[in-house]
């Protein structure tokens, strides 16, 4: 994240597609307030020196791992869409995730694999990982990001099909809870020509397929 994509002005960035009005002084101070409270109900001592700037150092935290909220995926695409005869299969794999679990504001991290087929246009490739984050970064379950990731791109690129297959962690199963340690959910969402095996087929395998 560049620092004018979260900067304090409350202006929209150079590219217009974030409007940012989250970095504001009240909110901070207001979450930072609730989180000495929390301090105290666990037991802590808000004052003692290690703790002094936690609240809002938390707050802060919690801003920026929710800063999704902020961000235009649709005009992420737009910003960058060309027009193209290019037919086959455009694979980005491999894109980090971290998100945040709406049950437990946990993280849940991992990998997340996008393919479209273009319909005339291809988009830069920077802004499919891009709309990755403008989804994961707000409160979120792993299925509704990857269908809000595919709904996005069919919706703004209207390519040919979407396909999406997220792969996360979940602190809230290994930290806590169930406490299983290796456990990986994966989840996935495709449209269009991904209905048929072999298109998804070889999209799978593109994305299991290593470089090395
Ligand atoms: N489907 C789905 N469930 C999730 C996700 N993240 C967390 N959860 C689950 O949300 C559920 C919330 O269930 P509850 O029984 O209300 O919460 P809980 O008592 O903390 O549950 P445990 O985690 O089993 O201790 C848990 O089963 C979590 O594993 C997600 O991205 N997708
Ligand atoms: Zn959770």
Redesign the pocket.
């Known amino acids: 994240m560049k620092e004018h994509d979260l900067d304090h002005s409350g202006e929209e960035n150079e590219i217009g597609y974030v409007k940012v009005d989250r970095y504001d002084p009240l909110k901070i101070e207001r979450i930072a307030s609730h989180y000495s409270d929390i301090l105290s109900d666990l037991g802590e001592d808000p004052q003692r020196e290690g703790l002094l700037k936690t609240p809002e150092r938390v707050a802060k935290a919690l801003q920026f791992l929710t800063h999704g909220y902020d961000l235009k995926p649709e005009e992420i695409l737009k910003s960058a869409m060309f027009k193209e005869e290019y037919s086959q299969m455009v694979v980005v794999k491999d894109i980090e995730v971290y998100s945040m679990?709406e049950?437990?504001l946990l993280p849940?991290f991992g990998k997340a694999h996008i393919a479209y087929i273009p319909n005339g246009h291809i988009v830069g490739l920077s802004k499919i990982p891009r709309v990755v984050d403008a989804f994961a970064r707000r409160l979120?379950?792993?299925?509704r990001l990857t269908n809000e990731i595919r709904d996005c791109i069919q919706s703004t690129l209207a390519p040919l099909g979407v396909a999406v297959v997220i792969e996360c962690k979940?602190l809230?199963?290994s930290m806590?809870?169930?406490q299983k340690q290796n456990s990986v959910?994966t989840t996935s969402a495709f449209t269009g020509a991904f209905a048929n095996e072999r298109t998804r087929s070889e999209f799978l395998t593109l994305i299991t397929a290593s470089l090395d």
Do not use: L
């Not at 979120?140 to 299925?143: A, G, L």
């Open positions: 679990c049950h437990h849940f979120q379950v792993q299925e979940h809230c199963m806590r809870g169930i959910t």
